[in-house]
């Protein structure tokens, strides 16, 4: 079968969760589009806000996408958030003269199954210098359950 008769037999036959999916892959070529974000951004439908000027958060759904065999939240997708949420907040804090920051470390402590129905990822600024920047991270399910403790480190990119 080709793309479009794969995908035609997928919205005509296929299962809500494959549906989901799809659904998912179209909302993250869109926001590549509109935000030239990363698809893996679109994927997990990340939106975030400044909780305060050093801290930002991301709220997002549990989806199919993210879930492992167990029925938990995947690792990685943990990781992947934390790192995200990290970055977003390095990225939108950089002083003039630099161009975006990249990750060098980052530690995952995972604390509890990623359960439930959203997972809330916050990050605080540690330390802005003038090439390295550190955040720590916590991810939180929509009950309160702590997930995920986190820290990171990037680097800042200059002009």
Known sequence: ?????????ILHEGTEEEKEILALAVQA???????????????????????????YEFC??????MLNKAGMVHGGITATLADST???L???????GYKGAVTV???V??????????LISRAKLVH?????????????????????????TFYMIRK
């Open 1 to 9: 079968m080709n793309l479009n008769e794969e995908l035609h037999h």
């Open 60 to 65: 997002v759904p549990v989806t199919p996408f």
């Open 90 to 96: 390095i990225n939108q804090r950089l002083p003039q």
């Open 128 to 152: 802005m210098g003038s090439t390295l920047a550190t955040a720590t991270c916590e991810i939180t399910n929509e009950k309160g359950k702590l997930i995920a403790f986190t820290t990171g």
């Open 109 to 118: 402590n995972y604390l509890k199954p990623g359960f439930g129905k959203e």
């Open 105 to 107: 470390e980052l530690k």
């Open 86 to 88: 990290i970055g977003s």
């Open 29 to 55: 070529i869109k926001q590549k589009r509109e935000r030239h974000s990363a698809y893996i951004s679109g994927f997990m439908g990340l939106k975030g806000r400044f909780v305060d000027e050093n801290e």
